[in-house]
């Protein structure tokens, strides 16, 4: 129980090159907004709800951006990492975005996360990210989903994981979390916040951003027939 064994829940984020914006941002600010409530004396939160801390992991300090290498020309965004990938601080949660440039091998990353995840709390995937994981072999036997508009090249790539092509996201054993293609990130990230932290405190994160998630995890609107 993450509520009663660390004082902070130490969160990760890898980012590649070619991440989806979306895929990041989105699920990031619904731990920015729990974490003003965490962090804030006047709420109702229970005291013994941990704070947050968050690590931007990738394999130099140099600005990472959403860029695909393949496509030279569209319009993109970076970040900054905090940490790399050899210097990573210890976390209890690792969170691996999707994007176009999961298509490229990133052997760094696939390797580290094959290294981290024994001594994870949770893993969270979104849309493609599930790729990354699948190929360090993590989702091995394990159910998961990922985006629906590259679902035939992630499954084909990796037939020892049980993808579940309805769900918008997946929970298996209670620690792996993926979602389907980029906004259903958000959707996972408040399910989430959710089995921690309680029904309460997830719907005043989703007040504060006038957002209105979808709840139904085995069913994914974008599902094609």
């Known amino acids: 129980n993450t509520t009663t064994t660390s004082p902070t829940l130490r969160i990760g984020v890898l980012l590649f090159p070619g991440f989806q914006a979306l895929d990041v ?41 959403t860029l695909p290498p393949s496509i030279p020309n569209a319009l993109s965004q970076s970040i900054l990492p905090t940490d790399t990938l050899t210097s990573s601080p210890p976390l209890d949660v690792l969170f691996i975005p999707g994007g176009w440039g999961t298509r490229a091998p990133l052997p760094e990353y696939v390797e580290y996360i094959r290294t981290v995840y024994p001594t994870l709390k949770y893993l969270l995937t979104v849309c493609t990210g599930g790729k990354l994981a699948a190929r360090a072999g993590v989702l091995d036997g394990k159910r998961a989903t990922t985006n629906k508009n590259d679902w035939e090249a992630v499954v084909r790539d990796a037939p020892r994981v049980e993808w579940v092509r309805e769900a918008r996201w997946v929970v298996d054993r209670s620690d792996v979390w993926s ?23 997830a719907e005043r994160v989703e007040r504060v951003l006038e957002f209105r998630r979808w709840r139904e995890a085995d069913v994914d609107p974008f599902v094609r027939d």
Not at 29 to 40: E, M, P, R, Y
């Open 25 to 65: 941002f989105g699920p990031l600010d619904v731990l920015n907004v729990l974490s003003w409530s965490t962090n804030t004396t006047n709420t109702n939160i229970n005291t013994s709800t941990p704070t947050l801390s968050l690590s931007l992991l990738s394999t130099t300090l140099s600005p990472i951006s």
């Open 179 to 201: 979602s389907a293609g980029v906004s259903a990130g958000v959707d996972l990230m408040f399910a989430w916040v959710e089995s921690i932290w309680g029904k309460e405190v």
